[in-house]
């Protein structure tokens, strides 16, 4: 399993590699949507740990992207984002996990 992290904050991008590469998860990061869609290939037993609130293109329309290449990764979306906008963007997704920033590590811990 490769957990694949797409957050454009180093910082928060930083401690979810840090963390899960304490726990033994092979991981790969990324700045942004595009660069993932180019470089990655997320298997059905990976994981896809994605910021809603990305620049340039947004996390759920990499989620639709991904998607429509047939990838089915578990997809774990986070954002600090109200309520009301997290439903809009994922409104007609395949099923999706949101965490609300700040993150804690027991709650990825628990997730995973």
């Known amino acids: ?3 694949y992290i797409v957050e454009d ?4 991008s930083d401690s979810l590699r840090f ?3 304490a726990m033994g998860h092979a991981v790969s990061a990324y700045d942004d949507a595009e660069t ?3 470089e990655a290939e997320p ?3 990976d994981v896809l740990i994605i910021d809603l ?3 340039g293109m947004s996390g759920a329309e990499a ?3 991904v998607t429509g290449r047939g990838w ?3 997809i774990i979306c986070i954002t600090g984002q109200a309520q009301k906008t997290i439903d809009e963007s994922l409104r007609d997704m395949p099923s999706t996990q949101v965490l609300r920033k700040p993150l804690s590590g027991e709650t990825i811990v628990a997730l995973l």
Do not use: A, T, W
Request: net charge neutral.
């Open 43 to 45: 298997q059905p037993q």
């Open 9 to 12: 904050d180093p910082g928060v």
């Open 1 to 3: 399993m490769v957990i």
């Open 63 to 65: 989620i639709r992207e």
């Open 19 to 21: 963390l899960l590469q």
């Open 36 to 38: 993932f869609l180019v």
């Open 53 to 55: 609130g990305l620049p």
């Open 72 to 74: 089915s990764p578990r």
